[in-house]
């Protein structure tokens, strides 16, 4: 029985490019992936590529002839540099190195892979894969905003092992993550498609000093995992966020904050062109009463600091902004469910979503536990990813604004 395929990909022309770098054996099971839902693909990949995984593999997946050669007479006669970037309607380089980001972000055109680029009206994507250190290196981040700047998708690496033995940040996406990104692209109704999506994040700092300040354990993990989850189901994101040393996610606008005050100022202005307001920040609900000009000095034994509080900004987007659907997060320590209610009501929100921190939960790690709840309901997500949790999360906000509308 021939099982019918059901894809946003049927009959969508991939070019799939590949630079030279130990993740292209994944990008065989990406071409593979795209092939099975439909899409045309076609191949074209660096000499250095071919050092790692040969043209008659990529050539066999995608049933195409596999392009290699700038200056070759026979390819110009029939998929030249111009043929292939007019035929292309979307192009994905997978691995992409440090080296070809280099080339891209300077607008090299000395292999077919990056003329095509120079050439192109189609959307780029871009997988980096690279040793943690290249891709931590200042030259590659200034390449990648450059790119970003230039409207190139740039879908960073994953953290974990690396073919190079070391741990850290450069391994490429998985295939499947890959496939579904570009699937994306050509999916028409997305569930937040349309929609204004704005998120806090991190957590803030309350200074005390030149020198010092209150913060809080918050690594922004939760929010912009949220954020980039948004972006990928069609919404418009916009961030607003406390220190962190996270990178703004690909597509969305972010706006740097230190202080609740700050935070405060931004989501005000912000939300007045939102639809969804979720409040994933650590905010501190104290800030000093008085911050000292200079270097507070040792001189007494103790030293007490007037705290003063610091303004609600969930309270105050969700009673300036009534039509505005409002999430909070409610990080409890004991008694979640209870204290989250009461969080919903007192702060006149459309849901909150408790989750435990303390007992090294929440706070700074990858994973997370959700209790969401809204005036007659209540979900549990058991602990998972946080990018995961943030996908579905996303899809019942999403079925409640449409349940509204
Ligand atoms: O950033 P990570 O390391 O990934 O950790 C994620 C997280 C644990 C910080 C996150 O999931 C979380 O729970 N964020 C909310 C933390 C919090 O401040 O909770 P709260 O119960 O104190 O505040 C309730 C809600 O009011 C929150 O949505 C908060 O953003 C908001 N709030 C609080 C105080 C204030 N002055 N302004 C606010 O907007």
Redesign the pocket.
């Known amino acids: 029985m021939i099982k019918a395929i059901m894809s946003d990909l049927i009959k969508k022309q991939i070019l799939i490019g590949i630079s030279g770098g130990i993740a292209a054996y994944k990008t065989a099971e990406l071409v593979r992936q795209l092939i099975k839902k439909g899409a045309n693909v076609r191949v074209c990949m660096t000499p250095s590529a071919c050092e790692f995984i040969t043209p008659l593999t990529l050539q066999a997946l995608s049933g195409n002839p596999v392009h290699t050669d700038l200056l070759n007479r026979n390819a110009e006669a029939a998929m030249g540099h111009i043929e292939l970037a007019r035929w292309a309607d979307l192009i994905m380089i997978a691995p992409t190195t440090a080296n070809f980001m280099a080339k891209l972000a300077h607008g090299h055109a000395y292999d077919l892979l990056s003329t095509i680029c120079l050439a192109t009206q189609a959307p780029i994507h871009l997988a980096p894969a690279m040793n943690r250190m290249m891709w931590a290196n200042i030259a590659t981040q200034e390449n990648r905003k450059v790119l970003i700047n230039r409207e190139y998708f740039v879908h960073d690496p994953a953290d974990g092992e690396q073919a190079c033995g070391e741990i850290g940040t450069g391994r490429m996406l998985e295939a499947q993550e890959l496939a579904s990104i570009i699937e994306n692209m050509f999916t028409k109704k997305q569930p937040l498609s349309g929609y204004s999506v704005l998120i806090?994040?991190?957590?803030t700092r309350e200074a005390i000093d030149p020198v010092r300040f209150i913060s809080n354990?918050?690594?922004?993990?939760?929010?912009y995992?949220i954020a980039k989850a948004a972006k990928a189901l069609g919404a418009k994101v916009t961030l607003v966020s406390g220190p962190?040393a996270l990178d703004a996610p690909a597509g969305v606008q972010r706006y740097l904050v230190e202080s609740?005050k700050e935070m405060?100022h931004q989501?005000m202005t912000l939300a007045k062109t939102a639809d969804i307001f979720i409040?994933?920040?650590?905010?501190?609900?104290y800030s000093p009463a008085k911050i000292s000009t200079q270097k507070i000095k040792k001189s007494t034994d103790i030293l007490s600091l007037e705290l003063h509080y610091?303004?609600?900004?969930?309270?105050d987007?969700s009673h300036h902004y009534p039509d505005l659907f409002t999430v909070?997060?409610?990080?409890?320590t004991e008694n979640l469910i209870n204290?989250a209610k009461q969080?919903l009501q007192r702060?006149k929100l459309n849901m909150i979503?408790a989750?435990p921190?303390g007992n090294n939960k929440?706070?700074?790690?990858d994973t997370?536990q959700l209790e969401i709840l809204w005036e007659n309901g209540h979900i549990s997500l058991p602990e998972d990813n946080?990018n995961k949790l943030a996908k579905e999360l996303l899809l019942i906000i999403s079925k409640h604004i449409s349940k509204d509308s």
Do not use: C, Q, W, Y
């Open positions: 806090t994040a991190g957590p354990r918050s690594s922004g993990k939760m929010g995992a962190v609740a405060h989501a409040a994933t920040a650590a905010v501190s609900d610091n303004p609600d900004i969930l309270f987007v909070g997060f409610a990080a409890e204290h969080k702060k979503v989750n921190v929440g706070f700074d790690k997370n946080k």
